[in-house]
């Protein structure tokens, strides 16, 4: 019987992790020294800036988040006067959020530096590895789980 040795180096979803954590380090530098957000924060502040009023709920959908990781962000973000809460006239369970003057100026600011250091972690690939990547990455986020075992 022959046995192949796991290669964890080799394995896709550490390979995924590995690659999300080095290329987060020095955005995250920026975000946490400027503005001392943390991770689940800019996530919620960038998703405010590119959709406009949102709820907690369709943030989590985007961003695959846990409610109550988002609930924290939010909290903080609103303690911050970054993020606005108003409760549905309808439905008085859910609130809309929204950026303020103060979010949306650090959105701009986060967006512009964002945009700029893609460019560089991207600079050592070619434009067609780069459009592989993309799209192999977008494939892999909109996947459905599956059960394997």
Same mark, same amino acid.
């Given at each position: 019987?022959?046995?192949?040795?796991?290669?964890?180096? %080799? #394995?896709?979803?550490?390979?995924?992790?590995?690659?999300?954590?080095?290329?987060?380090?020095?955005?995250?530098?920026?975000?946490?020294?400027?503005?001392?957000?943390?991770?689940?924060?800019?996530?919620?502040? #960038?998703?405010?800036?590119?959709?406009?009023?949102?709820?907690? @709920?369709?943030?989590?959908?985007?961003?695959?988040?846990?409610?109550?990781?988002?609930?924290?962000?939010?909290?903080?973000?609103?303690?911050?006067?970054?993020?606005?809460?108003?409760?549905?006239?309808?439905?008085?369970?859910?609130?809309?959020?929204?950026?303020?003057?103060?979010?949306?100026?650090?959105?701009?600011?986060?967006?512009?530096?964002?945009?700029?250091?893609?460019?560089?972690?991207?600079?050592?690939?070619?434009?067609?590895?780069?459009?592989?990547?993309?799209?192999?990455?977008?494939?892999?986020?909109?996947? %459905?789980?599956? @059960? #394997?075992?």
């Amino acid at each position: 019987m022959q046995s192949t040795e796991f290669e964890l180096e %080799k #394995f896709i979803p550490y390979l995924l992790n590995q690659a999300a954590e080095t290329s987060s380090l020095a955005f995250e530098k920026v975000y946490k020294g400027r503005y001392g957000m943390l991770r689940t924060e800019w996530r919620v502040l #960038f998703h405010l800036g590119l959709y406009g009023r949102m709820t907690a @709920s369709e943030i989590g959908t985007r961003a695959k988040m846990h409610k109550t990781k988002i609930s924290r962000a939010v909290h903080r973000l609103t303690e911050r006067r970054m993020v606005t809460r108003a409760r549905d006239t309808d439905d008085r369970r859910m609130e809309h959020l929204t950026l303020t003057a103060k979010g949306r100026a650090a959105y701009e600011d986060l967006s512009g530096i964002a945009a700029r250091y893609e460019v560089s972690l991207l600079n050592g690939l070619s434009r067609d590895e780069v459009a592989v990547l993309r799209t192999a990455l977008v494939k892999l986020a909109e996947s %459905k789980p599956i @059960s #394997f075992t």
